[in-house]
Every structure is written in structure tokens, then in C-alpha cells.
């Protein structure tokens, strides 16, 4: 390894081992009701010192020195502080999703940690947060994770599934936390316009989301193909640089974005689906 690797590797390690809500800069990336063509929430990034990598060098250097929590709680206070600071009116009707990791759920510092009162405090609404727990590791104890999330839950908070899709025990988490939002991965969201088999997944994990009462949400929507795919699966909500980019501050739409999803919309309900093909023959192996 490099003197320069060596030297980024005990800076990035510096500052986690030093690191609080004041090192850690959230960022806003809207979320858009694509019936109605506007922000319905937004979702809370974190940022360190631009010169230490990006989050995913971040969060996998803090589970190597053993501080994620240490991290995550910075990251939590962090953008609780910053939801705090919007304006009464904006506050109350948009919808902001934290990242929680399942190993941190698991910690007895985080259900005394992240309180309702903590939220009071910072004079956030209960019905205006949610728990949006991450795949960054696998859950080992769906037992013990499923109580945390009924503690939570029974609290009035609202909870997402990140990265739906992804994962090897899907079920068996959605199962564990009877999500209020399921967000559909990325890898399943692209090229969706370009691929009917997928478009079949999808829809039927729209179906599936309808019948548990959740709200799918589909991630890394980057074109307008795919927003109308997407919308002719059945799902209502989506995120992506296609519709805006974190920000320091949540912006709303702007006016163009909002008038094209409105059109994207409404051609998606007169446009029939690609996804009735028939799966090509295929041998049948064995005796």
C-alpha cells in the first residue's frame, strides 16, 4: 500500500474515532409522488470531509475500526438537526426517512438513544419521521430485531425497507418489521423500460406491497422510460437523480420535473404493458 493510502486510511481513521453530529453534513434527496408530481418526503444522507471517500468508504472503514455506532449516531443527530431547522410549515407536510442499520437497531444504546422525547425536543413530529433500515448488514437475529422494530412501531414510528429486492432474506425481514414503505433496489429499477421480464417482478411485488399495505418506492430512477415502466407496474412513489440530487437544503420540484412526471403519469395508464410476453421455451433438465 501506498504512504498516501497509509496516510488517507489514519486521517479517515482520525476522524472517525473523533467523529460527532457537527462533523457530519446531511444531505436532502426528495422522494416524489409520481401521481401528483411532487416531494412527499425526502431522504437523509450523511457526508464527511469530502477529501476521506465517499459515505460507502465511510460506513465500511467505521465497521472495520469497530465505531459504526459511533457514526451512525453522529449521522442521526446530525440529521435531526437539520430537519429541525426547516420551517414549521415545510416540516409538517413532507415525510423524512432516517437510515438505521440493523446491527445499531440492535444495540441497547439505540432504543434509549432514539426516543420520542428526543424527537419533542427537537420539536419534530412523530408522523413526520421514518425508520428506514438499511442493507448494509445482514440481520442475524430476526428475533431480537423483530422486537426492536414492535417497540418502534408500537411508538407511533413508521417504518421502510431499503433496498428491497437485494437482499438474500427479503421475506424473512419483511416478515420481521411489517414495513410501512418498501424501497425497491436500484438494480431491479434499471433498464426496467428495456426489459420486460423485470417489469413482471415488479409488478408483482407492487402487488405484493398493495396486499402487506405498504408504499413501494423504487430507487435510482435516472430516466423517464423507467419512471413509465415503473408506473405501469403499479408504484407510486420513486427516488432518483432523474427527479433531483442531494442537496444541503430539500428543494421542491422544479416546475419542469413536476409537469413532465404528471405527463409520464398519465401516458403510462393509456400505454399497454410490454410485460406480457411469453418466457421463451426452455430445456427441462433432469430425467
Known sequence: ??????????????????????????????????????????????????????????????????????????CRLAALSAIERLPDA???????????????????????????????????????VVIEITERTSIRDHSAFEGVVRHYAEQGFRIALDDFGAGHSDLLTLISCVPHYLKLDMAVTRRIDREPYKERIVRSVAELARNVRAVLIAEGVETWGEAEALIRCGVEWAQGFLFGRPEPQPQRLRPMVSRQI??????????????????????????
Open 1 to 74: 500500500m501506498s504512504a498516501i493510502a497509509h496516510e488517507n486510511d489514519s486521517d479517515l481513521d482520525e476522524f472517525l474515532l473523533a467523529v460527532d453530529a457537527h462533523s457530519i453534513k446531511p444531505v436532502f434527496q426528495p422522494i416524489v409522488d409520481l401521481r401528483h408530481g411532487v416531494a412527499a418526503g425526502f431522504e437523509l444522507l450523511s457526508r464527511g470531509p469530502e477529501r476521506q471517500g465517499g459515505p460507502e468508504i465511510l460506513f465500511q472503514r467505521a465497521r472495520e475500526i469497530g465505531v459504526t455506532w459511533e457514526l451512525e449516531r453522529a
Open 90 to 128: 415545510f416540516r409538517s407536510r413532507h415525510t423524512f426517512f432516517l437510515n438505521f442499520s440493523p446491527d445499531v437497531m440492535n444495540d441497547p444504546r439505540f432504543v434509549s438513544g432514539f426516543t420520542r422525547s428526543l424527537l419533542e425536543r427537537q420539536h419534530i413530529a412523530l408522523a413526520n
Open 262 to 287: 404528471v405527463h409520464t403519469w398519465v401516458r403510462a395508464h393509456r400505454t399497454p404493458s410490454i410485460a406480457g410476453f411469453e418466457r421463451p421455451n426452455r430445456p427441462i433438465v433432469g430425467p
